[in-house]
């Protein structure tokens, strides 16, 4: 019976082996380590795409436009002159227009007395209620960077302008006068064609128009900044 028994024990051992064996050579897994499936996406190149990406589509607002630019001819203060030169251009086959420009001068053509802008509708109808009550036309300006401030009218005169101020200062009422100058038309000639218009061309097409002068601007715009 001895046999028996030793031949159980070393059968034990031997499976005990067996199984150790095979727990020691199982692939074990790795802390952190993702298991991908297979049904998983890879990895693909442009040219294996179905369908083609599509492009980046900035939002609207981002885009920088760009303005041609032009030439324009001036100033005129007629605008007959500038059709003449005008008319040269568009012989040589040159397109272009004319533009014609609002331009205030150094010359005063009226004087605004008023009381500058109150911090409130309510501060500028209190002034407004006393200035009736002393007999003196004026009224509540509503719009531009006078709003809320009152109006004591407009003078061609200059001393009935500053006199009125003397006088609605002595009550104790700010007031100031703002300057109106007079305006003048000045016309442009503005040609398209910039790549065409070299020095001997402008030239040619200024004839003999002395006091005018030749500028790049943006297309569109009427005119030269500080022209005067």
């Not at 083609?52 to 630019?69: H, N, Y």
């Not at 302008?161 to 006068?177: H, N, R, S, T």
Request: proline share 6%; net charge negative.
């Amino acid at each position: 019976m001895r046999w028996i028994f030793f031949a159980l024990v070393f059968a034990n051992l031997l499976l005990l082996g067996v199984f150790w064996q095979q727990q020691t050579l199982a692939p074990q897994p790795v802390p952190g380590q993702i298991e991908v499936p297979d049904d998983s996406r890879r990895l693909q190149l442009v040219s294996e795409l179905e369908q083609p990406l599509q492009a980046l589509r900035l939002p609207a607002g981002r885009k920088s436009e760009v303005r041609p630019m032009c030439y324009v001819a001036g100033p005129y203060n007629d605008e007959l002159d500038a059709r003449h030169l005008l008319a040269r251009a568009e012989a040589l086959g040159l397109d272009g227009r004319i533009n014609r420009v609002e331009v205030a001068t150094e010359e005063p053509s009226e004087y605004w007395v008023h009381v500058p802008p109150r911090s409130s509708r309510a501060e500028a109808m209190r002034i407004l209620k006393e200035l009736q009550q002393r007999k003196i036309d004026s009224y509540i300006i509503t719009q531009g960077d006078l709003a809320e401030g009152v109006s004591l009218g407009l003078f061609r005169n200059k001393t009935s302008a500053y006199g009125l101020q003397e006088k609605v200062d002595g009550f104790g009422i700010p007031v100031d006068v703002r300057v109106m100058h007079k305006s003048e038309q000045e016309y442009w000639a503005e040609i398209d064609q910039v790549s065409q218009l070299n020095d001997k061309m402008r030239e040619r097409i200024r004839a003999g128009d002395a006091n005018i002068s030749w500028q790049q601007v943006a297309c569109g715009v009427s005119a030269p900044a500080n022209t005067k």
